[in-house]
């Protein structure tokens, strides 16, 4: 009986935290959508230093669009809504994507220019854990703003790899997904037309792990994807792998007149690809 | 294999230890079900084992009736994050079973296994029978490239979705993020 009494002690005794343990692992953190991180705090430093950013709500002049939780962590979709027309007055110069707690947590830095009109921009990212997603944008006038959000998903970054067109690797296209305006009286000013460029690319986060070798998937991934319209540039991307395979960007430009748009892209293993589509506009 | 335990002396004593403190910890007594606190409307699939058809049909037309939305729940007999989320469910069915009620879910169970992945799984509404893909896509739902269990759909009783939903259940295991779930917080 002693024998027994002792033994279910030891036995309750290792059991019981360990339950414990994982029911509290299994209640993660939540956040309210304005709160920093230590991960934030770190990377504010070594982005902006000592610079002020405009976080408030109502003062900032960016806004970003991210579901609380996402359908997968591999592929969140991400919706930056500008709320100053980009013009050559002020405009949107430079904007970041940031993941507090993905490995590798700067997904995307983008240099924009007037030519967009509107520096609304969509994306989809990997999110590997619950965290903050950010955007921060710098005016023309050297002002920072930022808008974020708790996003609750995980696995993001080990979730299997989807890598059914390998073949196509490096095919850029363009969409222009509401077609284009009708022609526009001579005299009113061109409005954005909304485009989606598109690479295809497993943009391999090196967390992966490949079926049947069990074998990590080296890291490989789409770092820049450069924008113009007819000559003249309306961003460049610097990419890296918490942006979602097949990466895409949803933009706006102002077509002056026809002209191409075209996209010049470079991987992690520095080859290159391009894509084009031409624009009919009277 | 047998498995025997000893006559006597303190393995045994080790053993019967175990035992009793696994059934004080709750290991190994889940049930491959939703506990019956939910009072689940329970499908069973049909047309093993070349396909798991559920149909969601009879669950429509009660939520229609009673003017209820629809919380589905997918899950496999041999799934342990089923497991762990009805053993969360069971865990806090006090407070959340009159949340489900004052929500106004009807809940409603498929009942299928590890095996039926996606081209295997289809949902049935009326005449139409769609595989989980097409379902999905049918529905708007971006999970349709995927199947993950457990997961849990929300409709009204039109079966039109009452929000994109995440792949399995991991991000709703706290009593406040089941509400967040249950109050549609996007």
Same mark, same amino acid.
């Given at each position: 009986?002693?024998?027994?009494?002792?033994?279910?002690?030891?036995?309750?005794?290792?059991?019981?935290?360990?339950?414990?343990?994982?029911?509290?692992?299994?209640?993660?953190?939540?956040?309210?959508?304005?709160?920093?991180?230590?991960?934030?705090?770190?990377?504010?430093?070594?982005?902006?230093?000592?610079?002020?950013?405009?976080?408030? /709500?109502?003062?900032?002049?960016? !806004?970003?669009?991210? #579901?609380?939780? @996402? +359908?997968?962590?591999?592929?969140? &979709? =991400?919706?930056?809504?500008?709320?100053?027309?980009?013009?050559?007055?002020?405009?949107?110069?430079?904007?970041?994507?940031?993941?507090?707690?993905?490995?590798?947590?700067?997904?995307?830095?983008?240099?924009?220019?007037?030519?967009?009109?509107?520096?609304?921009?969509?994306?989809?990212?990997?999110?590997?854990?619950?965290?903050?997603?950010?955007?921060?944008?710098?005016?023309?006038?050297?002002?920072?703003?930022?808008?974020?959000?708790?996003?609750?998903?995980?696995?993001?970054?080990?979730?299997?790899?989807?890598?059914?067109?390998?073949?196509?690797?490096?095919? /850029?296209?363009?969409?222009?997904? !509401?077609?284009?305006? #009708?022609?526009? @009286? +001579?005299?009113?000013?061109?409005? &954005? =037309?909304?485009?989606?460029?598109?690479?295809?690319?497993?943009?391999?986060?090196?967390?992966?792990?490949?079926?049947?070798?069990?074998?990590?998937?080296?890291?490989?991934?789409?770092?820049?994807?450069?924008?113009?319209?007819?000559?003249?540039?309306?961003?460049?991307?610097?990419?890296?792998?918490?942006?979602?395979?097949?990466?895409?960007?949803?933009?706006?430009?102002?077509?002056?007149?026809?002209?191409?748009?075209?996209?010049?892209?470079?991987?992690?293993?520095?080859?290159?690809?391009?894509?084009?589509?031409?624009?009919?506009?009277? | 294999?047998?498995?025997?335990?000893?006559?006597?002396?303190?393995?045994?004593?080790?053993?019967?230890?175990?035992?009793?403190?696994?059934?004080?910890?709750?290991?190994?007594?889940?049930?491959?079900?939703?506990?019956?606190?939910?009072?689940?409307?329970?499908?069973?699939?049909?047309?093993?084992?070349?396909?798991?058809?559920?149909?969601?049909?009879?669950?429509?037309?009660?939520?229609?009736?009673?003017?209820?939305?629809?919380?589905?729940?997918?899950?496999?007999?041999?799934?342990?994050?089923?497991?762990?989320?009805?053993?969360?469910?069971?865990?806090?069915?006090?407070?959340?079973?009159?949340?489900?009620?004052?929500?106004?879910?009807?809940?409603?169970?498929?009942?299928?296994?590890?095996?039926?992945?996606?081209?295997?799984?289809?949902?049935?509404?009326?005449?139409?029978?769609?595989?989980?893909?097409?379902?999905?896509?049918?529905?708007?739902?971006?999970?349709?490239?995927?199947?993950?269990?457990?997961?849990?759909?929300?409709?009204?009783?039109?079966?039109?979705?009452?929000?994109?939903?995440?792949?399995?259940?991991?991000?709703?295991?706290?009593?406040?993020?089941?509400?967040?779930?249950?109050?549609?917080?996007?």
């Amino acid at each position: 009986m002693k024998h027994l009494l002792i033994a279910a002690l030891l036995v309750t005794a290792v059991l019981l935290p360990a339950q414990t343990a994982e029911a509290q692992a299994r209640g993660l953190p939540s956040a309210a959508h304005s709160d920093t991180s230590p991960q934030w705090d770190q990377l504010r430093t070594q982005l902006f230093g000592q610079r002020r950013i405009e976080a408030d /709500t109502a003062a900032s002049r960016v !806004q970003l669009i991210v #579901p609380l939780r @996402a +359908a997968y962590g591999a592929s969140v &979709p =991400v919706k930056i809504v500008s709320k100053i027309a980009q013009t050559q007055a002020l405009y949107v110069k430079r904007l970041w994507i940031l993941v507090d707690k993905n490995p590798s947590p700067l997904a995307a830095t983008l240099e924009l220019t007037p030519e967009l009109g509107q520096a609304d921009f969509e994306t989809r990212i990997r999110v590997d854990e619950y965290s903050h997603v950010r955007v921060v944008t710098e005016l023309s006038d050297g002002t920072l703003h930022m808008d974020s959000r708790y996003v609750k998903t995980s696995g993001g970054c080990s979730a299997p790899p989807n890598r059914s067109a390998l073949n196509l690797i490096g095919r /850029t296209v363009f969409k222009l997904p !509401q077609g284009l305006p #009708p022609a526009a @009286a +001579a005299n009113s000013p061109q409005q &954005p =037309v909304l485009a989606d460029v598109t690479v295809v690319h497993p943009n391999d986060t090196g967390f992966e792990l490949n079926n049947q070798t069990v074998m990590f998937i080296p890291s490989y991934f789409v770092r820049s994807i450069s924008v113009s319209y007819g000559q003249r540039k309306l961003f460049d991307a610097d990419l890296d792998f918490s942006i979602s395979e097949n990466p895409t960007l949803r933009f706006y430009f102002v077509p002056r007149g026809p002209g191409e748009l075209r996209a010049e892209v470079e991987d992690s293993k520095s080859l290159r690809y391009a894509g084009s589509l031409p624009v009919a506009v009277e | 294999m047998k498995f025997i335990l000893p006559a006597t002396g303190p393995w045994r004593a080790l053993l019967l230890a175990a035992m009793a403190a696994l059934a004080i910890t709750g290991w190994g007594t889940a049930q491959a079900a939703l506990p019956a606190a939910y009072k689940a409307l329970v499908i069973e699939a049909t047309g093993q084992p070349e396909r798991y058809e559920f149909d969601l049909s009879a669950a429509l037309a009660l939520a229609k009736k009673d003017n209820k939305r629809l919380y589905v729940y997918l899950g496999a007999r041999d799934c342990s994050y089923c497991r762990r989320y009805e053993a969360f469910l069971d865990k806090n069915a006090g407070e959340l079973v009159p949340q489900f009620a004052s929500k106004n879910y009807l809940i409603v169970e498929l009942r299928s296994a590890l095996s039926a992945r996606a081209p295997k799984l289809f949902i049935r509404i009326g005449n139409s029978s769609r595989a989980y893909a097409d379902f999905q896509r049918d529905i708007g739902d971006e999970r349709a490239r995927q199947l993950v269990y457990p997961s849990v759909w929300l409709f009204d009783a039109q079966a039109r979705p009452l929000m994109q939903m995440p792949a399995g259940t991991g991000t709703f295991e706290t009593v406040e993020e089941q509400l967040e779930i249950l109050n549609l917080v996007q």
